[in-house]
C-alpha cells in the first residue's frame, strides 16, 4: 500500500481518536474513551505502516522534518500506549490525540518524496543524535500533556504514580545526550563545539526550563499549578525549538 494512503489512514484514525477523547472528557463517558483507545490503536498500525514503508524506501527517517516529526509523533504514540496499559490513565487521550493530529497536520504541509542526506546529515552521530531528540521530545510532550490533565482533573493519577516527573527526568537526560552529541558533532563538521546556531539555542532553553522543573520537584516547595505552568513552558520552548526555529529561524541545521 502507497505511503500516502497508510499516512491518511493513519491520519484519520488519530483524528477520530481525538474526537471521541474529547467526548469521553467532558462528557465522562466511557464509552467514548473505549472509542478512542480503538482508534488510537489503529493509528498506531497505520503510523507504523507508514514508517515503516519510507524508512524502507530512504534506508532510514533522518532526512527531514517530516521524517522527524513522523518518528516523534509514532513514539509519542508507543510511549501513550504503554503508558496508558499500565497506568489506566486513557483520560490523558484527551491531549496527546489532539496533539498527533496537529503535528501531522503540519507534517503534510512539509512533506516530499524520499530524498538522500545532505552532505552535513551525512556523519555517524545523525542516528544517535536524532534518536535521543525523538525520544527526549515524546516524553517531554507526554509529560507536559499528563500534567495539564492532572492540573484540570484532580481525580487523575499521573502525580500519584509519579508518572510526569519520570517522563520529565528521563526527557531531561536524553536532551542532555541530544546537546552532547550535537556539540561532538558540530566540531566534527564545523570545527567549533558550539556556534549558538538557532536550533542549539533554543535547545539549550528546552533543558534550562526543564532543569528548572526538576530542581523545583525536588525542593518539593512549590504547588502542582506552578509546576504544570514550568512544564508548559518547557513544552513550549521545545515545540518551538522543532517547529518555530526551523520556519523562523534558520540557521546552519538543516532541520
Known sequence: MPENQLFL??????????VSFLAAFWLQAGRATRWGI?????????????VGVRWLAG????????????LFSWVLTALFLLAGGKFRIWPAGVVVAPCQVGLLSYAVTVRHAV????PALQSGWLVFHVA????????FTLGAGFAGVDLWRRDS???????????????????TLVLFTGAVWAEEAWGVWWNWDPKETWALVTWLIFAVYLHMHHTQRWSSRVMA??????????LFTLLGVTSLMPGLHSY
Not at 480503538?38 to 507508514?50: E, N, W
Open 9 to 18: 489512514g493513519g491520519f484519520f484514525c488519530y483524528l477520530a481518536a481525538a
Open 38 to 50: 480503538i482508534f488510537f490503536a489503529l493509528a498506531f498500525v497505520g503510523h507504523s505502516l507508514t
Open 59 to 70: 534506508g532510514g527517517c533522518f532526512s527531514s522534518i517530516y521524517e522527524f516529526i513522523l
Open 115 to 118: 530524498q538522500p542526506l545532505v
Open 132 to 139: 535521543a531528540a525523538v525520544l527526549a521530545y515524546a516524553c
Open 157 to 175: 493519577r499521573m502525580a500519584a504514580t509519579g508518572l510526569i516527573y519520570r517522563l520529565v527526568a528521563a526527557g531531561f537526560l536524553l536532551m
Open 229 to 238: 505552568g514550568v512544564t508548559a513552558a518547557g513544552f513550549a520552548a521545545m
